[in-house]
């Protein structure tokens, strides 16, 4: 079974409708197409891998020695069974609608955040003379819990998003090779324009 792979960035999120008239979620994603940059084998390399290069970018921004790469993206995946040939191009036929893939992106940053909303705290009840305790995160450690210290792993206020995720089990609804276009159900990490990896 060949491997799929696709980079793309994150649009908007749309509504599809199937054969039932059942409205479903899903978000567009403008993929592709990847060109490989250079292909690395078992034998001088180590281990077989397809290097892809995605989105452009502006020369000003090129180093001299990366002119022959000037792309914004460079992903390395398994090629499988697609032919992967330096200079070639995979866009996204490689999909049908129905295929099951994961998509992983940055997730959006959040800042500096509390436990309430960081890790789903309750807070603290807004009685018994509290008045400012309820988005507090309560007790983090004591003299009779773990020696009077601070356990690893507490969980506290602090820097959220901004997190590699993966979400998997994802299907594609739509395939637009005129427009470079997928639509895959669901909503995907991060904001629009994120660079999205799509592997099936």
């Known amino acids: 079974m060949a491997t799929k792979f696709m980079l793309g960035t994150k649009g908007r999120m749309t509504q599809i409708f199937d054969e039932d008239g059942s409205a479903h979620a899903a978000t567009v994603v403008m993929a592709g197409p990847l060109t490989v940059t250079q292909v690395k084998e078992n034998e001088k390399d180590g281990y077989s891998a397809a290097q892809v290069g995605f989105g452009a970018r502006k020369e000003s921004r090129v180093k001299k020695p990366q002119t022959a790469k000037p792309f914004k993206y460079l992903r390395e ?30 997730s959006k940053g959040k800042g500096f955040q509390g436990v309430v909303k960081r890790h789903g705290f309750h807070g603290g009840p807004r009685s018994h003379g509290q008045k400012n305790k309820e988005r507090a995160p309560g007790s983090i450690g004591g003299g009779g819990r773990a020696g009077g210290r601070v356990v690893k792993g507490m969980r506290m206020a602090g820097r959220m998003g901004g997190d590699r995720i993966t979400v998997r089990n994802l299907k594609v609804l739509q395939v637009d090779p005129s427009t ?17 990896e799509i592997r099936g």
């Not at 499988?80 to 992106?105: L, Q, R």
């Open 180 to 196: 470079n276009t997928l639509v895959i159900s669901g909503a995907i990490p991060g904001r629009p324009g994120t660079l999205v």
């Open 77 to 106: 995946f398994d090629p499988g069974e697609i032919k992967a040939e330096v200079g070639g191009t995979i866009d996204i036929s490689i999909f049908v609608p129905g295929d099951v893939v994961a998509v992983s992106a940055v």
